[in-house]
């Protein structure tokens, strides 16, 4: 069974520049988590779909958006980059109906804004 | 309230030893506590999850003990080996309608032949 792919792997941004990232989850997932990782700040949680409904946010500017497909396909977008967001950009997908927290994460895609 | 410390930053342990990794929280309304082992270039994996109605879960190797009137909790690593070696996030869930975890700063193992 596939894993979560993420593209691209890596990415080179200038300032003020956007960028769309692409996840496709587990086959039979239809929740999709999207997560920023950076050495300064960890894991922070940037929004959650379900059935092609955001159903969760977090403390991120309207810069960042996402949204998800009726296959279950999630995409991200940041706007107007700026230096502060490079940083890994991870997705997840979990089960059908499990609000359990168990996530199984895509190896990320890697920006680095210039 | 929505924190969830872990500490230590970095550990080294010797083969064989153990591993023990601490988080602590706040919020009582988390409901599941997931701990995630991460090594370079990949993204985090599940490694064991525990509930807050049982105060112990044990997978091979891996224990989580779970102290609810302390609101902490350990992930403890037995005969470590230098496959070990990542970085480990504690987590936890938000009660409710969402698979949106709260994650610990990590925890960077590495451990010596």
């Known amino acids: 069974k596939a894993g979560v792919t993420q593209t691209p792997r890596y990415l080179i941004k200038t300032r003020g520049q956007q960028v769309t990232l692409s996840c496709s989850p587990i086959?039979?997932?239809?929740?999709v988590s999207w997560y920023q990782q950076t050495p300064g700040q960890g894991l922070q949680f940037l929004f959650e779909y379900f059935s092609e409904t955001q159903r969760n946010k977090g403390n991120f500017p309207g810069r960042f958006s996402g949204r998800q497909f009726s296959n279950s396909r999630s995409e991200m977008n940041v706007s107007t980059l700026e230096l502060g967001d490079s940083a890994l950009y991870l997705c997840?997908?979990?089960?059908?109906?499990?609000?359990?927290?168990?996530?199984?994460f895509g190896e990320g895609s890697r920006l680095t804004v210039l | 309230q929505q924190q969830v410390k872990q500490s230590p930053q970095s550990l080294i342990v010797q083969k064989g030893g153990i591993s023990i990794i601490n988080c602590a929280y706040e919020n009582t309304a988390f409901d599941y506590f997931p701990w995630y082992q991460q090594f370079p270039g990949k993204g985090p994996a599940l490694l064991i999850a525990?509930?807050?109605?049982?105060s112990e879960k044990k997978e091979g190797r891996f224990t989580i003990s779970f102290n609810k009137s302390a609101k902490q909790f350990s992930l403890h690593i037995m005969d470590s080996q230098p496959g070990d070696s990542a970085t480990y996030f504690c987590a936890a869930r938000l009660g409710g309608a969402t698979n949106k975890l709260i994650f610990g700063t990590g925890t960077l193992l590495a451990v010596q032949p």
């Open positions: 525990i509930r807050p109605d049982v």
């Open positions: 997840a997908s979990s089960r059908l109906g499990a609000n359990t927290g168990e996530l199984f």
């Open positions: 086959s039979g997932h239809r929740s």
